[in-house]
């Protein structure tokens, strides 16, 4: 899992509740990821983020929100407007470049009740 | 989006024997990675390899691509249960650096 950390492992929400995924990263890398993986679907790209103070949607931004306020931090609210936001959630982070290689962490398994 | 699609979908294999998974893709790529993804965890970086390169190898692992074909195949020799995983290629095109992934191949190798 590299110099990704994320927290907590196991999430539990009630519906109509937002809660915060926190992912760190001591890789000094200027690009950092969320991705939502569900059973079947591989990854599926949520947001980004190529540097401090901007980020992109991806291709399921509704019901997300994140900020990158520093360059090691990059954490993803999940709003009472995601339908259906039980899901295992991973960050990743990259240099920007040619490699497009991306570090992961172990990833947040939330669980909405 | 996903570009890449693993085949088969699921391998089940005894210790030992070669592991092949396949990824297919659909448009022009600059370069094509795989992942392994062990239950419950994040993904781990196997190998990288570029449009221009037709083989690599890491270990007991042998990646191949065939752009002509859009494919891709992943080799794992002599296996062992610890290499019990789901495995996912990504694709990276055009400008963009960030990768695309497949739906994944989960190998389950008995001991």
């Known amino acids: 899992d590299g110099g990704i950390t994320q927290s907590p492992k196991y999430l539990f929400r009630k519906e109509g509740q937002n809660v915060t995924l926190s992912c760190e990263q001591n890789l000094n890398h200027d690009a950092m990821y969320w991705y939502r993986q569900d059973p079947g679907q591989g990854l599926r790209l949520i947001y980004y983020s190529q540097i401090v103070n901007d980020f992109q949607k991806g291709d399921i931004a509704e019901g997300y929100s994140v900020s990158r306020e520093k360059k090691e931090s990059f954490p993803l609210t999940v709003t009472s407007a995601q339908k259906n936001p039980t899901a295992f959630y991973l960050c990743?982070?990259?240099?920007?470049?040619?490699?497009?290689?991306?570090?992961f962490g172990p990833g947040t398994r939330l669980t909405v009740l | 989006s996903q570009q890449g699609e693993e085949d088969p979908q699921a391998l089940s294999i005894q210790e030992g024997e070669n592991a092949t998974m396949n990824c297919s893709y659909k448009t022009s790529i600059n370069n094509l990675q795989w992942y392994r993804q062990n239950s419950g965890r994040g993904l781990v970086h196997l190998i990288l390899i570029r449009s221009n390169e037709r083989e690599k190898h890491s270990g007991r692992l042998r990646v191949t691509l065939d752009t002509s074909k859009k494919s891709s195949s992943l080799l794992i020799t002599a296996s062992r249960a610890a290499d019990t995983a789901s495995y996912f290629c990504a694709t990276g095109s055009g400008g963009s650096y960030i990768p695309t992934f497949g739906r994944g191949t989960s190998l389950i190798v008995h001991p």
């Open positions: 990743a982070s990259s240099m920007v470049g040619s490699t497009d290689t991306q570090y």
